[in-house]
Nanobody, 123 residues
Framework: QVQLVESGGGLVQAGGSLTLSCAAS????????IGWFRQAPGKEREGVSC????????YYTDSVKGRFTISKDNARNTVYLQMNSLKPEDTAVYYC????????????????WGQGTQVTVSS
């Protein structure tokens, strides 16, 4: 059974940093891409970043390029999202999710989801 557990969210001032973690279990780690999504109140879920099963391909939505970095620790079955220079518009619940092999920015293509972690950026 696939299990994804996000952590690391919190309240931070604009310009600050947070690192989110997604601890995964219950599947063959090297066969799956891991994506980060976010959903703000009243808005659709948005693809933020993704790392492929081979670690060779990463994806970032334009609004976070240069500020967010996705990485993977294969020994710990954990994916991280380092978020720097945070802005109030980054405020949302952040989710990690899995799909076979390849990255995508579309939430509908991902199969399993974590429960989410709240990130709030104050101005």
């Amino acid at each position: 059974q696939v299990q994804l557990v996000e952590s690391g969210g919190g309240l931070v001032q604009a310009g600050g940093s947070l690192t989110l973690s997604c601890a995964a279990s219950g599947f063959t780690w090297n066969y799956y891409a891991i994506g980060w999504f976010r959903q703000a109140p009243g808005k659709e879920r948005e693809g933020v970043s993704c790392i492929s099963s081979s670690d060779r391909v990463t994806y970032y939505t334009d609004s976070v390029k240069g500020r967010f970095t996705i990485s993977k620790d294969n020994a710990r079955n954990t994916v991280y999202l380092q978020m720097n220079s945070l802005k109030p518009e980054d405020t949302a619940v952040y989710y990690c999710a899995t799909r076979d092999y390849a990255c995508s920015g579309y939430a509908s293509l991902f199969d399993s989801w974590g429960q989410g972690t709240q990130v709030t950026v104050s101005s």
